[in-house]
T-cell receptor, first 115, second 111 residues
Framework: DTGVSQNPRHKITKRGQNVTFRCDPI?????LYWYRQTLGQGPEFLTY????????KSRLLSDRFSAERPKGSFSTLEIQRTEQGDSAMYLC?????????????FGPGTRLTVT | AQTVTQSQPEMSVQEAETVTLSCTYD???????LFWYKQPPSRQMILVIR??????QNATENRFSVNFQKAAKSFSLKISDSQLGDAAMYFC????????FGKGTRLHILP
């Protein structure tokens, strides 16, 4: 197992287009998290899943954003009608609760640029 | 709501010297976890050290140690014998179900 992976690593899109990112967590990790990180800031929580159930969504997650984890393994984050303010690094993390003592393992991120 | 504050946007330290990064947080909970994460340039976030709030003993991991003051809600990171590979953004973080991060401190190591 090589850790959390995210695809694509970079995405450039025009304003108004839809984009979808994928996250593959560490095998058997039951929790999966999405964060957004803008330049010079710390990551901000967006949403998280326990297996396939989405348990919490941040108010940052407007109705243009949707996340799924259909079989409790990989997850997708879709942004519809992208805006320039959506430009950021989107980070995925996973953990095995309660065994991992709350340590989250992060992926390399997907950098989104909206032009 | 829980908040995490890092008041030092940037710091520099001479190689082989010791540096301390500051962090304060706010919570009404009594049991929680605190973390320091490291994010090297263009590389992914990795955990440096973890502290359980119910433990009075400060956590240590090799050259990294924390000074956890629960009553003061303070959680500083000390890096001893600084190395060039320690250059990175360091984020202090508080955990309930999700992680709440501070804005980070960029650490420069001077050769």
């Amino acid at each position: 197992d090589t850790g959390v992976s995210q695809n694509p690593r970079h995405k450039i899109t025009k304003r108004g287009q839809n984009v979808t990112f994928r996250c593959d967590p560490i095998s058997e990790h039951n929790r999966l998290y999405w964060y957004r990180q803008t330049l010079g800031q710390g990551p901000e929580f967006l949403t998280y899943f326990q297996n396939e159930a989405q348990l919490e969504k941040s108010r940052l997650l407007s109705d243009r954003f949707s996340a799924e984890r259909p079989k409790g393994s990989f997850s997708t984050l879709e942004i519809q009608r992208t805006e320039q303010g959506d430009s950021a690094m989107y980070l995925c993390a996973s953990s095995l609760e309660p065994i991992s003592s709350y340590e989250q393992y992060f992926g390399p991120g997907t950098r989104l640029t909206v032009t | 709501a829980q908040t995490v504050t890092q008041s030092q946007p940037e710091m520099s330290v001479q190689e082989a010297e010791t540096v301390t990064l500051s962090c304060t947080y706010d919570t009404s909970e009594s049991d929680y976890y605190l973390f320091w994460y490291k994010q090297p340039p263009s590389r992914q976030m990795i955990l440096v050290i973890r502290q359980e709030a119910y433990k009075q003993q400060n956590a240590t991991e090799n050259r990294f140690s924390v000074n956890f003051q629960k009553a003061a809600k303070s959680f500083s990171l000390k890096i001893s014998d600084s190395q060039l590979g320690d250059a990175a953004m360091y984020f202090c973080a508080y955990r309930d179900d999700k992680i709440i991060f501070g804005k980070g401190t960029r650490l420069h190591i001077l050769p």
